[in-house]
């Protein structure tokens, strides 16, 4: 049986979730959603990132300790989750003992392997971006991503990074797919031939952290502990487990191109270090911006996103997201751009098709899906494209091309549009020929069989919806497999219901 493990980063507890949250965590959604439709079985984990010193600032500016804080805080991300309806299998915190349990094991087997020593850090680190900063990186005295920086001298335990600029480069080059798009792939390749450096892993100026094993006056930097997440919600150390087994070699990290060095340089050398394999694949996309700037809490130039969802429903804004920016590049969120997709591409291409599709049955044959009679060339020209669908789509998920799986669907929304133009239903109805009669009910199932493969396929964009279409076509079997038998005829059709209302322009305002 094939299966999928698909993480989101964890968030870190330093602000509430925002839109740049939401659109990582439904992109991961989405695809998780999609490949339990194929039939594989999937993990999907999304968590929070609790420890370190940002955190802990955070906690004491709102004067709290941060035990509270990050049990207060990290209730808003498993609110996120519900109120974005997020399917994911497991919410993990870096707070539980398992994993402490599974960060120290990890520590533990990098000593055995020679891979930590003791030594003196003596550098800058950005808070904002929990990161050591070299110096030939620093701008203006700040960070490259505008952070303030700090000087920074104590006695920390080091990482031999530098061993495995070699091994990471030999398996980027026999892994091309490990990093995508092919831009942050070769970002990631020219800083590693740029050298590696030793890199500190521990921490001795604060407390908030999970303790070095053997040694408590260090607690472990917030990237090693944070990364071992993904593997704690495997099981780690138990690499024996079935569950280890099958999910770690079809991993898949969804993160955002602001952590890309963690994940793609950090992360699979700490593996590679540990014995284990690096993950399948990360995929890097880009940042919503605001004004031509990363929207983030620590600039405080956030949208919030359950607004969004209150004023125009869950559905459109996870479609909006998916549709909007091509996945893998920065885009700008807009509300005008927001309405503008909600009324073409939901109320007017799709929720019409479906509305004047299934009132027209529903009026004029009964409630019950019509039998086709002679399939002519047109309708099978129409049917084609929505089997098509099938491995199409499939290609742009196996790349996470989630604009395109989105673009590609609504090529059959606007083919189907095109054809009730072109067969008139109402015209076939109004004629007296008996034979008009029988092509109308052959347009209709036709269209009924293309409506059901286009919910069918939107059901993982916009579950909801997607589902309501379904229930109006009297569908149970809602799995790719069962796009395979064809509709039955005689089906029993429930009262169509407008499913996406357009919305007024002062929505917005
Ligand atoms: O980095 N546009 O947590 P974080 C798009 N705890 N995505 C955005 C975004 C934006 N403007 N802002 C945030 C951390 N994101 C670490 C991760 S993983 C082992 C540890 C999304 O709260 C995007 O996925 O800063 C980004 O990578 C992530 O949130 C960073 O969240
Ligand atoms: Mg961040």
């Not at 079935?242 to 999910?247: I, P, T």
């Not at 309501?468 to 009297?474: C, E, R, T, Y």
Request: overall charge negative; aromatic content about 10%; some cysteine.
């Amino acid at each position: 049986m094939t299966t999928r493990y698909i993480t989101t980063p964890i968030y870190y507890l330093n602000g509430e979730p925002h839109l740049g949250h939401v659109y990582t965590t439904i992109a991961a959604d989405v695809l998780a959603r999609y490949w339990r439709l194929t039939g594989a079985k999937v993990k999907f984990l999304v968590g929070t990132d609790e420890h370190g010193q940002k955190v802990a600032q955070a906690a004491y500016a709102a004067g709290e300790s941060p035990t509270t804080y990050v049990d207060r805080m990290s209730k808003l991300f498993v609110d996120m989750t519900h109120k974005i309806n997020a399917s994911n299998d497991v919410f993990i915190r870096t707070t539980e003992t398992r994993h402490h349990e599974a960060a120290q094991a990890l520590w533990k087997k990098l000593v055995q392997a020679g891979q930590i020593y003791e030594s003196t850090y003596a550098g800058w680190y950005a808070v904002r971006d929990e990161a050591y900063i070299e110096e030939s990186e620093i701008v203006e005295g700040k960070a490259p991503s505008g952070a303030e920086v700090e000087w920074m001298e104590e006695s920390s335990y080091f990482f031999r990074l530098s061993e495995w600029e070699r091994p990471l480069l030999d398996y980027y080059e026999e892994n091309p797919g490990a990093i995508a798009p092919v831009s942050r792939r070769n970002e990631v390749l020219s800083f590693i031939k740029g050298g590696l450096r030793d890199l500190s892993i521990s921490r001795t100026k604060f407390t908030w952290g999970i303790s070095v094993p053997d040694n408590p006056q260090h607690v472990m930097y917030v990237w090693i502990d944070a990364l071992t997440n993904y593997i704690t919600a495997l099981g780690y150390p138990n690499i024996e487990s079935k569950e280890f087994k099958e999910y770690w070699p079809e991993s898949l990290h969804l993160i955002g191109k602001d952590i890309l060095r963690f994940h793609a340089v950090y992360w699979p050398a700490f593996l590679m270090a540990a014995g284990l394999r690096p993950p399948k694949r990360i995929f890097a996309h880009g940042w919503l911006t605001c004004e031509g700037e990363k929207m983030s809490k620590s600039l405080g130039n956030v949208v919030d996103p359950f607004k969004l969802i209150e004023t125009y429903g869950l559905d459109p804004v996870r479609y909006f997201l998916m549709r909007e920016i091509p996945f893998g590049q920065d885009g700008t969120y807009s509300d005008m751009a927001l309405i503008q997709r909600i009324n073409s591409d939901l109320a007017n291409d799709l929720g019409n098709l479906v509305q004047r599709v299934l009132s027209f049955i529903h009026k004029n044959v009964g409630a019950h899906l019509p039998e086709p009679h002679e399939i002519l060339g047109v309708d099978q020209e129409i049917l084609a494209k929505a089997a098509h669908l099938h491995d199409l789509l499939r290609d742009d998920m196996e790349i996470q091309a989630l604009q395109a799986y989105c673009q590609h669907i609504w090529e059959v929304v606007a083919v189907a549009n095109r054809y009730v133009d072109s067969q008139k239903p109402w015209a076939l109805k109004k004629s007296s020929d008996p034979q008009d009669r029988l092509r109308m009910q052959t347009v209709l199932y036709v269209l009924a069989e293309v409506i059901r493969h286009i919910a069918i396929y939107v059901q993982p964009l916009m579950p909801e919806s997607a589902s309501k279409i379904l229930d109006q076509l009297g569908q149970k079997e809602r799995s790719f497999k069962d796009l395979k038998t064809p509709l039955k005829s005689g089906t029993s059709l429930n009262e169509p219901q407008p499913i996406f209302p357009r919305v007024e322009k002062e929505k917005g305002e």
